[in-house]
T-cell receptor, first 121, second 114 residues
Framework: GAVVSQHPSRVICKSGTSVKIECRSL??????MFWYRQFPKQSLMLMATSNEGSKATYEQGVEKDKFLINHASLTLSTLTVTSAHPEDSSFYICSARFPGLAGGGGPDTQYFGPGTRLTVL | GNSVTQMEGPVTLSEEAFLTINCTYT??????LFWYVQYPGEGLQLLLK?????DKGSNKGFEATYRKETTSFHLEKGSVQVSDSAVYFCALRSSGGSNYKLTFGKGTLLTVNP
């Protein structure tokens, strides 16, 4: 199946610093990627939709200036948490929309990265 | 708007027991339906999917049938194993357009004891 990687898997940073998380589709080109946030024992909350070559679309209530998203290429999207604070500590997960190949998943299938655990001290 | 309702957990079973996790949805049109599984400390993995009414998705012994008449997509497995312990998410994606967003249920924690 399609593979999506995230880096780093864990990061600990000091309050006030910025952290960049990378999401890569390893074996397919993804024009659309998604960023989610997951709180302990809760479902995924969609933060934004990242489109290659254009600005990300943020969900209501998500601060654009705090969570910067850059979809630099068809295989890479980055999420930068700027001026991180302890309340930003969470599990961040990206997904990539699989475009569909012969014998593979359909165009409405998303494949998820393994997640990044962010801890802000 | 779209919504997904899953049975709340946690669900605790003994090995080889039968598993059912209920999922119902609200959506317009003909959405695609998915089950994702999240093992401890990991991201989500696609478990199975169905894209039209009466389709049955299956994988690793798990099955779910897209029932439009009852707007349901219940997950079943005949004999669970300890390795099936995880959180299971039901999700839908609306049909048509260029909106590929997924709407997730709250997840159901399954624990299988030896």
């Amino acid at each position: 199946g399609a593979v999506v990687s995230q880096h780093p898997s864990r990061v600990i940073c000091k309050s006030g610093t910025s952290v960049k998380i990378e999401c890569r589709s390893l074996d397919f080109q993804a024009t659309t990627m998604f960023w989610y946030r997951q709180f302990p024992k809760q479902s995924l909350m969609l933060m934004a939709t990242s489109n290659e070559g254009s600005k990300a679309t943020y969900e209501q209530g998500v601060e654009k200036d705090k969570f910067l998203i850059n979809h630099a290429s068809l295989t890479l999207s980055t999420l930068t948490v700027t001026s991180a604070h302890p309340e930003d500590s969470s599990f961040y997960i990206c997904s990539a929309r699989f475009p569909g190949l012969a014998g593979g998943g359909g165009p409405d299938t998303q494949y998820f990265g393994p997640g990044t655990r962010l801890t802000v001290l | 708007g779209n919504s997904v309702t899953q049975m709340e957990g946690p669900v605790t079973l003994s090995e080889e027991a039968f598993l059912t996790i209920n999922c119902t949805y609200t959506a317009t049109g003909y959405p695609s339906l998915f089950w994702y599984v999240q093992y401890p400390g990991e991201g989500l993995q696609l478990l199975l999917k169905a894209t039209k009414a009466d389709d049955k998705g299956s994988n690793k012994g798990f099955e779910a049938t897209y029932r439009k008449e009852t707007t349901s997509f219940h997950l079943e497995k005949g004999s669970v194993q300890v390795s099936d312990s995880a959180v299971y998410f039901c999700a839908l994606r609306s049909s048509g357009g260029s909106n590929y967003k997924l709407t997730f249920g709250k997840g159901t924690l399954l624990t299988v004891n030896p």
